[in-house]
């Protein structure tokens, strides 16, 4: 038989380095996949926190408003609010489930004494209500705002 037509050392089948090439390419791809994934993770999970941060700050706000130039009390200048993870269960006291914290400060540029000897709001002062939420423990403000109150408004 002829063998000059046979090519030689030619086998069917794929090499160790073939092998080896492909597993280093699905090995890079799995890598980037799996990174991506713990990127959009974080991302979401952060994005969760702020959004629920943002919310107890626009509450405490609109307490403020609620209450009122007169009625807000100025002493003392700084409450602590507690919340659960979903931002509810507003508690002034800390309790095993609080996972936020919103320190709300209260602060007036010009103040007077009223008849019973107590220290009020001038009633052409400016009070500033100023909200701070954070997580409990932590030193990170996730949301902040602040606000403006007057008399009658204006």
Do not use: H
Not at 85 to 91: A, I, P, Q, R, V
């Amino acid at each position: 038989m002829n063998t000059s037509y046979r090519r030689r050392g030619y086998r069917k089948g794929t090499t160790y380095i073939e092998v080896l090439i492909a597993a280093l390419v699905m090995a890079i791809s799995m890598a980037a996949i799996v990174r991506m994934w713990y990127l959009s993770y974080n991302l979401s999970t952060t994005s969760d926190l702020k959004g629920i941060a943002y919310s107890i700050g626009r509450r405490r706000i609109e307490a403020a408003r609620e209450i009122g130039f007169y009625n807000i009390p100025l002493s003392p200048a700084t409450t602590t609010y507690y919340y659960d993870k979903t931002g509810g269960s507003e508690s002034t006291t800390q309790q095993a489930n609080s996972d936020y914290q919103a320190t709300v400060t209260v602060s007036c540029d010009q103040t007077t004494t009223n008849t019973q000897g107590q220290t009020v709001v001038a009633d052409t002062g400016l009070m500033t209500v100023t909200v701070a939420v954070s997580m409990v423990g932590g030193s990170t403000t996730l949301y902040s705002t602040s606000t403006y109150l007057s008399r009658a408004g204006l």
